[in-house]
């Protein structure tokens, strides 16, 4: 099993910068053993959207959306995953969900963690 916490979100205004965590634990090694790692998100209504994400062939992909804006990165020594949220806009605001596939294609989701942009 593979669990992941997020924190970070806030309420931030048009514009504003945030940072998002997300802490992995459990049976893994470490981050690097995983498939796949990455941040998606939720607005109410609506399916999961891919924000961004790492996969262990070393790709990394953004949504158009965010592309210039935000900026997924990670530390392996503490199996944490960041996304750093640039010049945010009122529809980035959601629920953020950090992803995580294991070696053996099963895959883990975090609790979420909340996004609001407004002035």
């Known amino acids: 099993q593979v669990q992941l916490v997020e924190s970070g979100g806030d309420l931030v205004q048009p514009g504003g910068s945030l940072r998002l965590s997300c802490a992995a634990s459990?049976?893994?090694?470490?981050?690097?053993?995983?498939?796949?790692m990455g941040w998606y998100h939720q607005v109410p209504g609506k399916q999961r959207e891919l924000v961004a994400v790492?996969?262990?062939?070393?790709?990394?992909n953004y949504a158009d959306s965010v592309k210039g804006r935000f900026t997924i990165s990670r530390d392996n020594a503490k199996n944490t995953m960041y996304l750093q949220m640039n010049s945010l806009r009122p529809e980035d605001t959601g629920l953020y969900y950090c992803?995580?596939?294991?070696?053996?294609?099963?895959?883990?989701w975090g609790q979420g963690t909340q996004v609001t942009v407004s002035s």
């Open positions: 790492f996969t262990n062939g070393g790709s990394l």
């Open positions: 459990g049976r893994i090694f470490s981050i690097i053993s995983l498939n796949v």
């Open positions: 992803y995580a596939q294991d070696s053996t294609n099963q895959n883990y």
